[in-house]
Structures are given as C-alpha cells and as structure tokens.
T-cell receptor
Framework: EPEVTQTPSHQVTQMGQEVILRCVPISNHLYFYWYRQILGQKVEFLVSFYNNEISEKSEIFDDQFSVERPDGSNFTLKIRSTKLEDSAMYFC????????????FGPGTRLTVL | AQKVTQAQTEISVVEKEDVTLDCVYETRDTTYYLFWYKQPPSGELVFLIRRNSFDEQNEISGRYSWNFQKSTSSFNFTITASQVVDSAVYFCGGVTGTASKLTFGTGTRLQVTL
C-alpha cells in the first residue's frame, strides 16, 4: 500500500485559473514537501512544510503558490493564477517515520495549463 | 549550496550487460545523505537507496550495488546483468541537514534492449 497518494492524477486547466493539488499521507508524518518536474527535466524542490509552517522554499515558490494542511491530514499546494510554464508533474513527498531523512514520493499530479 | 552532477545523459546497453551510473555530490557540509531514485516510464519516483556521508561501505541489493567514495564525492550505482525492466531515468540526489530539501541531479536515462 502506498504511503502517500495524490489527487488528481491529471489536471487540465486554463491559464489564469486556480488549481489545488492534494497530497494524502497514509499515516501521520511531520515533514511534507512539494517538488515539480517539468517534462524531460530534473526534479526541483518547491517547498517544505513542518509543524504547519513553511520551513524552506525555493525561488520557484513565489506568491502564486501556497501550501496548507486544511484538516490536519491532507496537504495541499495551491497555484492561484496558473501560467503556461506551470505545466509539470508535481510530486508530494514525506519523510518516512521508519527511516530518518528518507523522502518517499507520491505518484504525482500531472498539471497541464492551456 | 549543494550540487549534484550526473554527467551521463543517456546510456544504452544490451540486456545482461553491467552498467554503472555516475553521480558526484558537492557540498561544504560534512554530514549529508545521498539517494538514488528510479523513474520508470510510468512517471513515479521509486526510492532505491539512502546512504549517509559517514558510511562508505558498498551496498548490494540483488543486482544493484552502490559505491560511495567520500574523497571524490562520488556515489555510483551499478546494475549487474541489466534487464529490460531496468529501463528508466535514474536520479541521484542529496540532502544536507535535517528534513531538508532534496537536491536532484539531471538524471541518466538508461535504455536496456534485447
């Protein structure tokens, strides 16, 4: 059984629209991460989240992005006004409780901005 | 800042050949963790191994083996007797500090043919 799931698996949206990507860990975790991978490129860090606060973010994570845990379990990434260049695979990751400092990735959400 | 270099963009081998994927991780920190992930055509990121900077013992898991040499900052990955199912993009990455961002290399695409 996967430790983390992501919904939706694929999202198509129009430029300028808001999207919310969801990450659902199977059990309690302390650290959450979002990464993105533009097609054919490397995986890039966006943001890390600990104790209901952002602990670190990259230059990519600008004001158009936000993260939260609205109900204490789901972990969401919101893009307020999508741009064409936001088209990518977005991965949620968690630190495995059983293995210190080991990041386990969800299956990803493919976001296509038209 | 950390830097991960995977100099090999693409490697093509015939099934049953051995293949080594190179990775160089550069950081000023003395404590860090190194990782390898596999990304098959389906797109998910599959965790393969984590090593810490104090453990230079080689590790073997079935047909996979890893060689970490701190003196050269290299963390190479060898697949013995490659199979078609090994065809994927392999990413090397590193983490410095506790629950910190994972910095990925650009990946090596491995194509195993019959």
């Amino acid at each position: 059984e996967p430790e983390v799931t992501q919904t939706p698996s694929h999202q198509v949206t129009q430029m300028g629209q808001e999207v919310i990507l969801r990450c659902v860990p199977i059990s309690n975790h302390l650290y959450f991460y979002w990464y993105r991978q533009i097609l054919g490129q490397k995986v890039e860090f966006l943001v890390s989240f600990y104790n209901n606060e952002i602990s670190e973010k990259s230059e990519i994570f600008d004001d158009q992005f936000s993260v939260e845990r609205p109900d204490g379990s789901n972990f969401t990434l919101k893009i307020r006004s999508t741009k064409l260049e936001d088209s990518a695979m977005y991965f949620c990751a968690i630190d495995r409780i059983s293995a210190y400092n080991e990041q386990f990735f969800g299956p990803g959400t493919r976001l296509t901005v038209l | 800042a950390q830097k991960v270099t995977q100099a090999q963009t693409e490697i093509s081998v015939v099934e049953k050949e051995d293949v080594t994927l190179d990775c160089v991780y550069e950081t000023r920190d003395t404590t860090y963790y190194l990782f390898w992930y596999k990304q098959p055509p389906s797109g998910e990121l599959v965790f393969l191994i984590r090593r810490n900077s104090f453990d230079e013992q080689n590790e073997i898991s079935g047909r996979y083996s890893w060689n970490f040499q701190k003196s050269t900052s290299s963390f190479n990955f060898t697949i013995t007797a490659s199979q078609v199912v090994d065809s994927a993009v392999y990413f090397c990455g590193g983490v410095t500090g506790t629950a910190s961002k994972l910095t990925f290399g650009t990946g090596t695409r491995l194509q195993v043919t019959l």
